[in-house]
């Protein structure tokens, strides 16, 4: 089936310094979502991308959708302490028909040191 | 507009019993699907409810059961409790295809 991989796992980063992670598939998908969950929280929507090839900024965060259709990325720029959290790739396949539903990566974990 | 809204926030119920979950979602969101997630399986995905309907399910054994009711609030019920199921039960709700919103989730704790 349609799995999401998701590099790196974790990030221990600076204050400061610009963040980039990416989700990748052997599988083509529609769309591409980015969530950030807070410990105890659900997952949050940041950016959703919906076209090969979509540039998206949402403040610091800009995401993009891989012109292959099969990967996306996530940049945070000058990362600040409330950037940490777990940030997950969604994404619905490309036949996306009522019998599939969403399929989330494992998700990276983002810790910003002071 | 208000978000997607769980409870309870959180619950402890032990091993055999049973329990049930409420999601309200977004209004205008008729579809509601909902999750468990746990640190080591990550977003595993339930069932998914459109419009009163069960339009995909995930590979949760048959304890796990669910409902949407007219005005899309949905519920979900795990009945014969195991340790197991001590998880983050997450409900996201959306409209058509596109984004899915997340609630808070119920945290559940088996004893």
């Known amino acids: 089936g349609q799995q999401l991989n998701q590099s790196p796992q974790s990030m221990f980063i600076q204050e400061g310094e610009d963040v980039s992670m990416n989700c990748t598939s052997s599988s083509i998908f529609n769309t591409w979502l980015w969530y950030k969950q807070e410990p105890g929280e659900g997952p949050v929507l940041l950016i959703a991308l919906y076209k090969a090839g979509e540039l998206t900024s949402n403040g610091r965060l800009t995401a993009q959708f891989g012109i292959t259709r099969k990967d996306s990325f996530l940049n945070i720029s000058a990362s600040i302490p409330s950037d940490v959290g777990i940030y997950f790739c969604?994404?619905?396949?490309?036949?996306?028909?009522?019998?599939?539903?969403?399929?989330f990566g494992p998700g990276t974990r983002l810790s910003v040191l002071p | 507009k208000a978000g997607v809204t769980q409870t309870p926030r959180y619950l402890i119920k032990t091993r055999g019993q049973q329990v049930t979950l409420s999601c309200s979602p977004i209004?205008?969101?008729?579809?509601v699907s909902w999750y468990q997630q746990t640190p080591g399986q990550g977003l595993q995905f339930l069932f998914e409810y459109f419009s009163e309907t069960q339009r995909n399910k995930g590979n949760f054994p048959g304890r796990f059961s669910g409902r949407q009711f007219s005005n899309s609030r949905s519920e979900m019920n795990v009945s014969t409790l195991e340790l197991g199921d001590s998880a983050l039960y997450l409900c996201?709700?959306?409209?058509?295809?596109?984004?899915?919103?997340f609630g808070p989730g119920t945290r559940l704790t088996v004893t």
């Open positions: 996201a709700s959306s409209f058509g295809r596109r984004e899915q919103y």
């Open positions: 209004s205008g969101h008729r579809s």
């Open positions: 969604a994404s619905l396949p490309r036949d996306g028909n009522y019998g599939q539903n969403f399929v």
